[in-house]
């Protein structure tokens, strides 16, 4: 199931904050302070001594995180984060990224051993969750947002939904399923179309195997896939309207997040952002394409799973850790990403 998604928090709100920094400061600070804080499981309380990671102060990397926060469900703050996407901010060379990790990947989670990525946070909270990626993956995060169902619906309904296109098995199946969750808006067609925000959450939510994005994917690699295209569309959609109507998106927004950022550093990243320039967000997903394996039956304990690989068929990490390094450090978006190794390469679009 999809469970929280969003991110680009920090590239949505930018452009609250290239209007309201300058006309109010006072405004946009009430509207920061409606934010849930989380100073205890801030970065700067995980000890990552001893793990071999990288950084650059020119790169900001915020993990988009959550949990399928649902009253009727008695969910508690502990649980699975079956959504995890790193927002980039490259001010290297003025890019913005989305890498996705999927959910079902085999990591060593200290303290635990190998088990699936998205039972980090269930372990140990979010501060394991971040030693778990850095040990993994061998980057330094700087910080983590919080989204979940209530947020992303509230938004895509306050900018009058997202366009997406839908293939005959995505309108299908949310028509006679509860992915929709308002019965009302079980009528998607096939095609191009406006989401309202139960439509575009029931969108992201699917990883059954037989249905199938417009591009072919399926599963979970089509659910992240969906995922980042809608946070996209958010973006978009946002960054055309009227900056009159900014405020009243941030006020519905902000309440329903959490994160260990404080306002002046949300101010800051934002301000960065809009210096930048740029509306193009480019994409990647871990693992990449000839780099892992489904785990087989029983493997790891784990049952359905992600191993990933360095060219073999042995859990290795090594190789997806270099890819996305290389794309959240060094790729200057001027070109399609491509990532070698032993051959093989790797395609990263990007959105505009």
Request: hydrophobic share 35%; net charge neutral.
């Amino acid at each position: 199931m999809w469970k929280k998604v969003m991110m680009g928090i920090l590239i949505v709100l930018s452009a609250f904050v290239g209007f309201f920094v300058a006309k109010a400061q006072v405004m946009f600070n009430n509207s920061l302070n409606q934010v849930n804080r989380d100073y205890d499981t801030a970065l700067a309380n995980v000890d990552l001594s001893g793990i071999d990671v990288n950084s650059d102060d020119q790169v900001v990397n915020i993990l988009i995180i959550g949990n399928d926060y649902r009253e009727e469900r008695n969910y508690t703050a502990g649980g699975l984060t079956d959504t995890m996407i790193i927002a980039t901010m490259d001010m290297k060379h003025n890019t913005l990224k989305l890498v996705s990790l999927m959910r079902d990947l085999v990591v060593e989670i200290p303290g635990y051993g190998k088990n699936k990525l998205n039972s980090a946070n269930s372990y140990g909270g979010v501060e394991l969750l971040y030693k778990t990626i850095a040990t993994n993956f061998n980057i330094e995060l700087d910080g983590y947002v919080e989204v979940g169902f209530t947020a992303f619906t509230k938004i895509i309904d306050k900018v009058d939904g997202v366009e997406v296109e839908l293939t005959e098995s995505e309108a299908s199946y949310l028509n006679r399923t509860n992915y929709i969750r308002d019965k009302k808006s079980r009528n998607v067609k096939v095609g191009k179309q406006t989401l309202n925000g139960a439509q575009a959450l029931g969108y992201c939510r699917i990883r059954k195997g037989g249905v199938t994005t417009v591009n072919g994917l399926r599963d979970d690699y089509g659910r992240t896939w969906r995922q980042r295209t809608v946070i996209n569309a958010i973006f978009n959609k946002v960054k055309k309207l009227p900056k009159s109507e900014w405020m009243d998106i941030a006020n519905t927004l902000l309440k329903h997040i959490t994160t260990d950022l404080t306002n002046e550093q949300i101010t800051e990243y934002l301000k960065d952002t809009i210096s930048m320039g740029t509306t193009t967000v480019h994409q990647l997903q871990i693992p990449v394409q000839g780099y892992f394996r489904s785990g087989q039956n029983g493997e790891f304990s784990c049952g359905s799973c992600i191993v990933m690989t360095s060219g073999g068929s042995s859990w290795d990490t090594s190789a997806n850790a270099e890819a996305l390094n290389q794309f959240v450090f060094d790729y200057d978006g001027k070109q399609e990403f491509q990532y070698t190794m032993g051959g093989s390469s790797y395609y990263s679009g990007s959105s505009e």
